[in-house]
């Protein structure tokens, strides 16, 4: 059955307006003009949801608690899932109406590397939020290769060279450093590949035969489910990982690793989770996705408002979302990141929802993904440069962020200079963690530039 999402304030604040005087008037139609709204026509009101137990999944949480999705008449079921590849899955079956996903899932699933199906992402959910964690151990013997400041703490960023003769002894003494990443197309497993191919260090190669990524690999990456990380460096399978939070603090909680960087080190400010549908979906019910885009955009928001994070850690805190402790989800939350035990330092951009222009999904952002997945060999033939822009073009779909964000300014939910004046690429930028330019118009001289990886 279809429904209509209609709001009729702005009527009868209107005949209040008409029997009032000047004072009320005036009000009422302030009042009226932030009440007014487009109709929405909404195809499918009854929506499931998923995601992964990460921080970084509170716009959904925030948009169901603070009632946004039915302020829009929708309603809403959020699940949890168990990994990434059942996300994935369900999505493309219709199980899932839409999810919480990697920035590189829908890529990928464009780009032809894993399961193939015709994705669309209207938003992206968040901007950081990553770290890379080591051992106990391996810290101990980074630590003397890290610079100290005045203060006797180690000097951020930290660069793998730190790494680079730890490596070297595992290797020496027979084993293989192992260390662990989300999923082949995560944010995480470009980042830790980047960081450590920014020392020299070689993360190692896919080809079209061989998808484990560990050809050539002086570190053996593998993928372990997000909240599984903890356990498995403290048992030992592996050395360190890279991941989203709040896995890298529950490694401080529970003394058993440091986290030495975070992805906002490696790239400043870049993209992680985006929301994803199907194409077909958007297709058949265009009004419900531009609703969709409506309340997670006022969930971002209303989250990068300092005053709303420790609510926020509250709600995430609840069994049914990440189910973390409030302390240790707190920690990067609230503007701080804890690296060695007591080491807490200020980083008010650790988790970004909604400033610098986060919700929108640039072209330039889900580029920078097919950069990496043909540097690495996940993508196994060069492509011309048309082939960039055309994919991501058919993927990332800032035209519904934008009619969803222009509504909203008609509501008075945000303001229109919050809507980037933009033709969906960034500009130029050198904020990563080697200096390295990057320009999502010439992703083939990006590739070209580094020494390690794929040359076209």
Not at 70 to 79: A, R, T
Not at 193 to 201: D, F, T
Not at 228 to 250: F, K, R, S
Not at 307 to 325: F, T, W
Request: charged content about 25%; hydrophobic content about 40%; overall charge negative.
């Amino acid at each position: 059955m279809k429904t209509i999402f209609k709001k009729t304030a702005f009527l009868l604040l209107f005949v209040l307006a008409a029997s009032c005087g000047d004072k009320t008037k005036k009000a009422a139609t302030e009042t009226a003009t932030e009440a007014a709204a487009t109709t929405l026509e909404i195809e499918k009101p009854q929506l499931t949801f998923g995601f992964i137990k990460l921080t970084d999944m509170a716009p959904l949480a925030i948009a169901k608690e603070k009632g946004f999705f039915e302020e829009e008449g929708l309603f809403v079921s959020v699940e949890a899932q168990s990994n990434w590849k059942n996300i994935l899955d369900r999505v493309i079956d219709g199980q899932l109406d839409g999810s919480h996903m990697l920035a590189g899932q829908p890529i990928a699933a464009g780009a032809g590397f894993g399961r193939q199906a015709e994705l669309v992402t209207p938003f992206s959910m968040d901007l950081n939020g990553n770290g890379i964690t080591v051992s106990n151990d391996v810290w101990s013997k980074m630590k003397p290769n890290v610079p100290k400041g005045a203060d006797g703490k180690p000097v951020h960023p930290i660069k793998a060279d730190a790494l680079k003769p730890v490596i070297t002894e595992y290797k020496n003494s027979g084993k293989a450093f192992k260390m662990g990443m989300v999923f082949p197309v995560s944010t995480h497993n470009y980042e830790i590949r980047y960081w450590l191919a920014a020392a020299g260090i070689h993360p190692g190669m896919y080809t079209k035969d061989n998808v484990q990524g560990q050809i050539d690999a002086e570190v053996l990456l593998s993928v372990t489910p997000p909240p599984q990380m903890p356990a498995t460096l403290e048992a030992g399978t592996i050395y360190g990982y890279c991941v989203g939070e709040p896995w890298n603090q529950q490694a401080v909680f529970k003394g058993i690793g440091v986290p030495v960087t975070t992805n906002y080190d490696i790239w400043k400010n870049n993209p992680e989770k985006v929301f994803v549908m199907t194409k077909k979906f958007v297709e058949e019910n265009p009004n419900t996705a531009v609703a969709v885009t409506k309340a997670l955009i006022r969930a971002g928001k209303w989250l990068d408002e300092p005053s709303n994070r420790a609510e926020a850690v509250k709600i995430l805190s609840m069994s049914q979302y990440v189910g973390a402790d409030e302390a240790v989800l707190a920690n990067s939350m609230t503007g701080t990141f804890e690296f060695e035990k007591g080491d807490k330092r200020a980083m008010p951009d650790f988790n970004v929802f909604y400033k610098y222009n986060a919700t929108y999904p640039f072209y330039s952002d889900g580029t920078w993904f097919l950069t990496q997945m043909r540097r690495w060999g996940q993508i196994p033939d060069a492509k011309p440069v048309e082939w960039y822009s055309n994919t991501i073009k058919d993927i990332y779909r800032p035209d519904i962020w934008e009619k969803a964000a222009k509504i909203l300014v008609t509501e008075g939910h945000i303001p229109a200079t919050d809507i980037p004046d933009t033709d969906g690429y960034k500009p130029a930028t050198t904020d990563f963690i080697d200096g390295t330019k990057y320009d999502a118009k010439d992703p083939i001289g990006y590739i070209n530039s580094f020494s390690i990886g794929n040359k076209d």
